[in-house]
């Protein structure tokens, strides 16, 4: 941990973090001030006389307030574009009009390959009950039904999922009900979610719906197979082809991987998936659910992994092969990682002194804002501000808070299910397997989340806002600023490029070994691009409005 504030060693830029903070929130009339002063935190960590290290308390998971230009998303978004978006043989129709349906269509880049055409892949495709006036009025009901039996004659799938926008709940649709008798006369699997874009204050309200649904009524429906060294993914979803790459390794370490939650994944996979020994955790704010509810009605336990950079891919693939404690595992996740590495090092020692030193802030979501800050380290570059759009206190201060969590009048509206073990199909060996491997030293359920990694005196910012993203921009200059689509463009008319981290802008994958090569690249290309200091940003007092200047404030530009 360093004593320093990520700031200090940069005379230029001599701001202290807290009267940064001041300054973003001094803007606010007295009332928001109160609101924001809880989600804008200096991330000062302080140790007691054991040693023991608290963070500062961070206010997350509640209401935007009417008016910023927040970066959030809706819970329709988190549940049908976030956990079902990617998985390729569910018609998953949306329930409302047609912009709800569009504008969730594949806009994420989540990819998926099908094995052969012969196989179902309705990704390409977005089903809407493009509801109108008229539905609106009189109910919609009759048309999803009509809508789940026409996708059902042209496209015969296993399963057909129903999402409901804002209007749904409004006029009080209940496509439970609809979904439970196309059930019934179809004989296929077909259920609803009821995800209004307003149910909660983000698309993390989505996810947790999503989840919920995903395990009551598909999760359990086969049990045929069961693998050695078996394991699902929870919480990858495969964008620009970063699932592609985790498969590949876990297939050549010999690791089975029964299902991702969901990228590139299908319906049988969810259905088995109750039969992997192990459950491997990516994103922990989207799908902790699921790992939970299993491991109580099912018995397999779970861990955080991350392979987004490349030590951390590696110390994920170790910490699986460590679970199944199996010499011939280890030996096999040992060849992979010594094959990797050595076009990995090749790549830092270009890439690192090219970027080292260079400063990111990164916002994004609810766990990539973590997650990449470890390829960013690998270039020897620093974060110096970060945050989650929509995470919860754990995904920052740590699991080790979850009890101490206040559960607002937003979060008990989304269900929370009740799951006891399964007499017949609880397995009592994965859970000795467990309590064994606990008593040997290893750790499940652990994360540790954002602050304990950033710098001391970082600034951390839960669900920033326009202004609040301009002002640090504008007083810090950062080299790079991670964010979305929606952020994208103020922050390059400013100077500064910015990553989508999102997305990916039309680059990835990114994850694994040969993702974290592809991503120095892309970094080097970006903060080295001489194109940037030629604009100039509109607070420079030198700003000549007709022409490129020389001059630039840009920190090295
Ligand atoms: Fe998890 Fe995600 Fe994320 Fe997320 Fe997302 Fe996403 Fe994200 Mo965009 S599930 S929390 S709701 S890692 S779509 S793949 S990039 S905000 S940081």
Redesign the pocket.
């Known amino acids: 941990m360093s004593e320093h504030s990520p700031f200090d060693d940069d005379s230029e830029v001599a701001v202290t973090s807290e009267s940064l903070r001041d300054d973003l929130l001094d803007a606010y009339p007295k009332k928001t001030r109160r609101k924001r002063e809880k989600q804008v935190v200096v991330n000062h960590k302080q140790a007691d006389e054991s040693g023991l290290v608290s963070l500062p308390v961070i206010g997350a998971n509640t209401r935007t307030i009417p008016g910023v230009i927040t970066q959030r ?1 809706c819970s329709y978004a ?1 549940c049908k ?2 956990i079902l978006g990617p998985t390729r043989d569910i018609v998953n129709i949306t329930h409302g009009p047609i912009g709800c349906g569009f504008y969730s269509w594949l806009t ?1 880049r989540n990819q998926t390959l099908a094995p052969t055409d012969e196989h179902d892949n309705f990704m390409p495709y977005c089903f809407s009950t493009d509801m109108q006036d008229e539905n609106i009025i009189f109910g919609g009901e009759k048309k999803l039904a009509k809508a789940i039996e026409e996708a059902y004659e042209l496209f015969k799938p296993k399963a057909i999922a129903v999402f409901s926008t804002c209007p749904v709940g409004l006029i009080g649709d209940d496509v439970h009900q609809v979904a439970a008798e196309m059930k019934e006369k179809l004989g296929i699997n077909v259920f609803g979610f009821s995800c209004e874009g307003y149910k909660g204050v983000s ?1 993390s309200a989505g ?1 947790h719906i999503a989840n919920n649904q995903i395990f009551k009524h598909v999760v359990g429906e086969d049990d045929t197979k069961r693998g050695k060294w078996s394991i699902n993914l929870l ?1 990858e ?1 495969n ?1 620009g082809g970063d699932a592609f790459l985790i498969e590949d390794l876990l297939q050549r370490c010999g690791i089975d991987l029964v299902a991702t939650f969901s990228g590139n994944s299908t319906y049988d996979q969810f259905a088995n998936s109750h039969m992997a020994q192990l459950n491997c955790v990516m ?1 922990h ?2 799908i902790n659910y699921v790992a939970d509810m299993m491991e109580k009605k099912y018995g397999p336990p779970w861990i955080k992994v991350n392979f987004i950079g490349a030590k951390a891919t590696a110390k994920s693939l170790r910490k699986i092969a460590e679970y199944f404690d199996d010499q011939e595992l280890t030996e096999k996740v040992e060849a992979v990682i010594s094959e990797e590495y050595p076009a990995v090092f090749e790549a830092q020692k270009t890439y690192k002194p090219r970027c080292e030193g260079k400063r990111a802030m990164l916002f ?6 973590h997650h990449y800050q470890e390829l960013f380290a690998e270039l020897g570059m620093k974060t110096i501000a970060a945050g ?4 919860h206190r754990d995904d920052y201060e740590g699991r080790d808070v979850l009890p101490d969590i206040k559960v607002d009048a937003d979060s008990r509206n989304i269900e929370e299910l009740h799951v006891d073990a399964d007499p017949d199909h609880y397995r009592g060996d994965d859970r000795a397997k467990a309590i064994e491997r606990e008593r040997a030293g290893y750790k499940f359920k652990e994360y540790d989340g954002l602050m304990a990694d950033m710098p001391e005196k970082a600034l951390v910012i839960d669900d920033i806002n326009h202004h609040e993203s301009e002002e640090l921009i504008r007083r810090m200059k950062p080299d790079l600023f991670c964010a ?1 689509i929606k952020e994208k463009y103020a922050v390059q008319k400013m100077g500064v490029p910015c990553k989508q ?2 997305s990916y802008d039309y680059g990835g994958p990114y994850a694994g070994f040969q993702g974290a090569i592809n991503f120095y690249k892309e970094i080097d290309r970006m903060v080295n691009a001489k194109v940037w200091s030629m604009i100039q940003p509109p607070w420079s007092d030198q700003a000549d409005q007709n022409a490129p200047s020389s001059s630039s404030v840009r920190r090295g530009g």
Do not use: K, P, W
């Not at 994004?364 to 804002?369: K, N, Q, T, Y």
């Not at 989650?388 to 995470?391: S, T």
């Open positions: 998303g988190g574009g976030v994420r698309q996810h919480g979803y964008i994103c704010r989207s994004v979501g609810g766990s990539r804002a989650y759009e929509f995470a979305g981290l999102h």
